[in-house]
């Protein structure tokens, strides 16, 4: 179980959680090296989409990306945090890997969650 500041979400069990960890281990470790192509809620907005197949990956990717309207028109999304400036500014954010990591990340967690009743539609 996992509780948040806005829910909490539980997860069944996964085939083979040494994989799991050890493709996410890789992950880190890559990071280490240079900056991956991951944005943690854009990302997860783009798995989401595929796991549940409603509405397009990318645009949801980009929803979370460029971020709702705030004050006057102006945006705020991951794309304003200065860190994701300093590494991927003038590049593509979701140009390869983002997908395949993205998916690594999120797939599996994501294809484990069980809905709690509050959240049952």
């Not at 990071?31 to 595929?50: E, K, T, V």
């Not at 590049?91 to 890997?97: K, V």
């Amino acid at each position: 179980m996992l509780i948040g500041r806005d829910g909490a979400v539980t997860f069944g069990p996964i085939t083979s959680p040494q994989d799991e960890l050890r493709v996410l281990c890789d992950l880190y470790l890559e990071g280490l090296s240079r900056p991956l192509s991951f944005y943690p809620n854009a990302s997860m907005a783009f798995a989401d989409a595929i796991v549940s197949g409603q509405g397009d990956p990318l645009k949801k990717a980009y929803d979370k990306w460029d971020g709702p309207y705030r004050r006057v028109g102006k945006r705020e999304g991951e794309k304003d945090d200065l860190y994701f400036k300093l590494c991927f500014e003038g590049l593509d954010p979701f140009a390869h890997p983002f997908a395949e990591i993205a998916r690594k990340v999120f797939e599996t967690m994501l294809r484990n969650r069980e809905l709690n009743e509050h959240d049952a539609v």
